[in-house]
């Protein structure tokens, strides 16, 4: 594509190239649907022509994938570093605090966060992704927890994901308010806590934090 302004594009590497097109599709996800983001905008942002964001992602749907592939990464990464702050405490509380580094990243992007739960919006490879991205989250509820892989314990794991998402998306349209996310933890905890008692597993939820 011809371009229509003659301003004289900063010279990068490759690498640093790359980082600036995911710089500006992780600001342009963030703060609106998968469908009112183009790419032609991300390349603006960017510095950059379309046609130089497709050599790095070949479509839309790729450049959006690697973001939320990114997202997860990043998450995960902060509630493991956050939980191995709390070794030695209760499981109630280090799971809590999970729950609130989870409310941090969905309150910095909320359009991006919600998007692929929404029918209709963002696209099949970042469905896949969180799917994924499950089985991961429960492999970390198993050592928060002290738990073993077993059924059908495991059903109130992705039980309390599935929960945690839904109600999440709730908050989100609500408009993430800051006075309802003590309750927001407090209802997933529970949430999981009971699923598990029914399940007869009990791994301390039930006390109060530190």
Do not use: N
């Amino acid at each position: 594509m011809t371009r229509s302004d003659r301003r004289p594009r900063r010279r990068l590497d490759p690498a640093q190239r790359r980082t600036a097109i995911l710089d500006a599709a992780r600001a342009a996800f963030a703060h609106a649907p998968y469908d009112a983001v183009s790419v032609a905008a991300i390349a603006a942002a960017a510095d950059s022509s379309e046609a130089l964001v497709h050599r790095y992602f070949a479509t839309k749907a790729a450049l959006y994938l690697a973001v939320a592939q990114e997202g997860i990464d990043e998450l995960i990464s902060r509630q493991v570093a956050a939980d191995a702050a709390l070794a030695g405490s209760t499981p109630r509380l280090r799971l809590a605090t999970s729950i609130e580094v989870y409310l941090d990243v969905i309150a910095t992007s909320p359009s991006g966060w919600s998007a692929p739960l929404r029918p209709q919006e963002g696209s099949a490879g970042v469905t896949e992704l969180r799917a994924q991205a499950r089985d991961r989250y429960v492999g970390l509820l198993h050592v928060l927890l002290g738990l073993t892989p077993a059924e059908p314990q495991d059903h109130a794991l992705h039980g309390y994901l599935g929960f945690l998402d839904a109600a999440c998306l709730s908050w989100v349209t609500a408009g993430c308010p800051v006075g309802q996310r003590r309750a927001l933890v407090d209802m997933a905890v529970a949430a999981l806590a009971g699923a598990l008692d029914a399940a007869g597993v009990r791994p301390g939820l039930r006390t109060e934090p530190d």
